[in-house]
């Protein structure tokens, strides 16, 4: 079965959040399998990957959009050094930028990639058996291959869509229509949705089958899904959960080159300690104390807006008994409160930016990550800190309610049930209380180090999704 995965990020080639790391990992976990040839196409990126290694040019041609000409070219990397073969896709202005979002053209950007994607497929008459889309930026290929007389040859061609994010959609202006390659226009309504064009909308339409990144998030989007809900409602029939697992080759604490004290579970506490030490004395912290991490996008998803006041208060009221430390960037009014907070208290820490190694050294010596999400399709670094030894603190939400289970329900992590404030300091809360229990603490470490979060059973999961659609 020939797999191609089309996506605007893939780790190591270009990150800027758990995309990533799923599109790197699942198809070389989907590769494992016999008979499978799983594939990934993405945008070029002006990014330090492309300069380290080589790649054959396997397409040059020209797509029109609109009034627009634009020269298409396809490279593909030689060696498959990720364990899949990986093609990008170039055109000059549009995908040959500095990162994956944050222009002001990005329809066109992202309707240009799926557009010189499905041309690349059908002027080369290449084979394949599923396109399987990766969130809003490719969610118009399952309507594109069915209805733009332009890729006859790929009609029929099984299309599976992904939601990693239900919360960005990229709704367009019906302007942008004649950006879109010819299509059958009384097909129009697959397209919209309230009167924009919708590309999430149009996947969740025309795909073979679609999937959420855990079932706990399925279950939300029914009630809460920005608009969506009823469509998902009806389309519930070919709707999926899939959890996602994690690459647990990249994610090894025996193996990790980025970590200052390799462990494994029988040396973990030792090893953890020393971890912690010298990312205290970096920081400035105090490593007899509890840490507490944050690491992610300072975005309402994520209950980023919680932590200027959680690190105030419960260093006020545990009479600085704690430490905490936040890796990340976004909201401004948020990073500017942590700031002053980061000159105010001493047992906090803030990194602002993008860290890869940081945030592995994170995982391995903080001794709680706190993830208060409003929303959470699945959530890696609950399960990164998990086969790290670092007890997660979450709230009960999407991916992280399948993944980590209170302690009081026999679980090795710690759950709070409203985003706000005082119920993240009542979990901190309980966490101390866990802390100064050594044995406990043992146990626990123990038990979230022996969670097996790889992806060899969702690899499978979706490859009979694929085969049933
Ligand atoms: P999302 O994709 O919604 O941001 P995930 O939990 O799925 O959330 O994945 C986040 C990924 O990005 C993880 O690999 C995490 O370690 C990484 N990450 C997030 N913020 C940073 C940061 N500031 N520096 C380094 N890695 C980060
Ligand atoms: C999205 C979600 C996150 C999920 C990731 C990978 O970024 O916000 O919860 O883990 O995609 O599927």
Known sequence: MTIYH???ECYPVAKVGGLADVVGALPKYQNKIKGVDSKVVMPWYNKSFIYNHEFDIVFDGFIHQGPNMLQVQVLKEKTNVLGFELFMVKIPGLLDRENPYGYADENFQFIAFQHGVLHWLSAMEIRLDVLHCHDYHTGLVPFMTEHCAEFAFLKGVKTIGTIHNGE?????NWEMAKYIPSFDYYKWGLLDWKGQINPLAAMIKCCNAFTTVSEGYLEELFISFRGLESLVRQEFGKAYGIINGI?????NPETDPMLDFNYNITNALEQKKKNKEKICKEYNLKPELPLFAFIGRFAGEKGADLLPDMVWRSIKQSYGALNIIILGSGDPYIENKLKEYDTTYTNFALDLGYKEQLSHKIYASADFLLMPSRVEPCGLNQMYSMRYGTIPV???????KDTVADISTGGAGLNFAFPGVDDMIHAMNRALSLYNQKEIMKDLIHANMSFDFAWEKSA??????YSNS
């Open 394 to 400: 979450v709230r009960y939400t999407g991916g992280l």
């Open 247 to 251: 690459d647990t080759e990249v994610w």
């Open 168 to 172: 960005y959609q990229g709704n367009m």
């Open 460 to 465: 499978e999961k979706y490859l009979k999704l």
């Open 6 to 8: 089309l996506s605007t």
